[in-house]
T-cell receptor, first 114, second 114 residues
């Protein structure tokens, strides 16, 4: 069965500093990988996705993620965070885009210090 | 662009009461989904509808029923609410179940069962 692990429940970063959120997955085939962001009181919004090809994918809001098959990881990065990046971040893995095949991680809560 | 609209936004029920959560999307999507989100648990799929006229169980279907009323609307019903169903409920839609498209989420319904 597929699974997703986000090892960090909370991460605190100073505004302007770089960010890396970790995601490890378990999947028997080539995975479809996603990062979603949830702002307070809102639904989830897709940041980026990886299906195939270039292992470094660019997303919205200046985020990028790198797929590393050897490490079963899909870590999310941003060079310089802004206070508006404070949110909950979810990694997801699946066999396709359809939600019935997606498994979400438990989320990482990002706190931005001034 | 309304996207995915959920009603109500907040609801308090007593144990044993029933209610229906409404969801509508205006993007002509074929597939719709209901999730629940609990602290430290991430999102878990309750039911989904791959296309109009079909519904299937997700990871945590017990205690819920769904109706795909038409292509736009997908409702979630709690027949006899229990405190364990206190959660935030999200409706989502996608172009197709198998497509490599993203999920679009509503803003959620916060449900408390006393």
């Amino acid at each position: 069965a597929q699974s997703v692990t986000q090892p960090d429940i909370h991460i605190t970063v100073s505004e302007g500093a770089s960010l890396e959120l970790r995601c490890n997955y378990s999947y028997g085939a080539t995975p479809y990988l996603f990062w979603y962001v949830q702002s307070p009181g809102q639904g989830l919004q897709l940041l980026l996705k990886y299906f195939s090809g270039d292992t470094l994918v660019q997303g919205i809001k200046g985020f990028e993620a790198e797929f590393k098959r050897s490490q079963s990881s899909f870590n999310l990065r941003k060079p310089s965070v802004h206070w508006s990046d404070a949110a909950e971040y979810f990694c997801a893995v699946g066999r396709g885009g359809g939600a019935d095949g997606l498994t979400f991680g438990k989320g990482t809560h990002l706190i931005i210090q001034p | 662009n309304a996207g995915v609209t959920q009603t109500p936004k907040f609801q308090v029920l007593k144990t044993g009461q029933s209610m229906t959560l409404q969801c509508a999307q205006d993007m002509n999507h074929n597939s719709m989904y209901w999730y629940r989100q609990d602290p430290g648990m991430g999102l878990r799929l309750i039911y989904y509808s791959a296309s109009e006229g079909t519904t299937d169980k997700g990871e945590v279907p017990n205690g819920y029923n769904v109706s795909r009323l038409n292509k736009r609307e997908f409702s979630l019903r709690l027949e006899s609410a229990a405190p364990s169903q206190t959660s935030v409920y999200f409706c989502a839609s996608s172009t197709n179940r198998e497509s490599n498209e993203k999920l679009f989420f509503g803003s959620g319904t916060q449900l408390s069962v006393l």
